[in-house]
């Protein structure tokens, strides 16, 4: 039933998101040079590697000259990236990585390999469901970049002060997970992204 909500929702989101992707198709081609899409390594579930799409919010080679962790005032953020960011339009793209079986709509937040290489034994039980595109996680700290803005180390901040809170989460939803609690996560999802309060789990 998750892989039926999963196809339904997705293609009838990519169908009623196509005119908003084909206009910031046209606005980032014109304003920010470089690839529209970024690719980037992701573990999924079993540990198998696949691309995350996203729309480009940085500057070509961001990773080369940075860090892991991006705060709001991050200067490789493009103008146009910052508007992505604030309303997750970049995550858009993602709608195709469900279609094709690497992700879920709802499930824990896929990692690259340095992070997941972190996992203690317990927490590898994250990979033995489908990344997804929002989760607890995600809505607690859909904000993120704003937290990591106060600290002169965004990387170590997000060790310290997010990254357990998101383990705890994501475990929380591998124990807990339902068709009925996806729903409510995405529900939660929209509420949030309009700036309502959400109570979290």
């Known amino acids: 039933m998750k892989r039926a909500l999963d196809l339904a929702l997705a293609c009838s989101g990519l169908l009623f998101c196509a005119p908003i992707m084909l ?10 040079p470089g690839p529209l899409l970024y690719r980037g390594s992701r573990v999924g579930k079993n540990g198998r590697r696949f ?13 080369k000259i940075g860090g892991s962790s991006t705060s709001d005032s991050d200067p490789r953020i493009t103008s146009m990236g910052r508007f992505l960011r604030r309303w997750k339009l970049d995550e858009l793209p993602q709608l195709w990585n469900v279609i094709t ?3 879920s709509l709802v499930g824990p937040r896929p990692q690259v390999e340095h992070d997941v290489a972190q996992y203690s034994e317990d927490e590898k039980k994250i990979l033995t469901v489908r990344p997804g595109i929002t989760d607890w996680s995600s809505i607690k700290f859909r904000n993120e970049g704003a937290i990591l803005a106060k600290y002169p180390d965004p990387d170590q901040a997000y060790i310290e ?39 979290l789990p």
Request: hydrophobic fraction near 50%.
């Open 23 to 32: 206009a910031i198709t046209l606005v980032q081609k014109l304003s920010s």
């Open 51 to 63: 691309s995350i799409l996203k729309f480009r919010t940085m500057v070509v080679n961001a990773e």
């Open 101 to 103: 079986g690497d992700m």
């Open 161 to 199: 002060q997010i990254r357990p809170e998101k383990i705890r989460l994501q475990m929380l939803y591998i124990r807990e997970m339902s068709f009925l609690g996806d729903l409510e996560i995405l529900w939660a999802t929209i509420v949030a992204l309009f700036g309502a309060e959400v109570k």
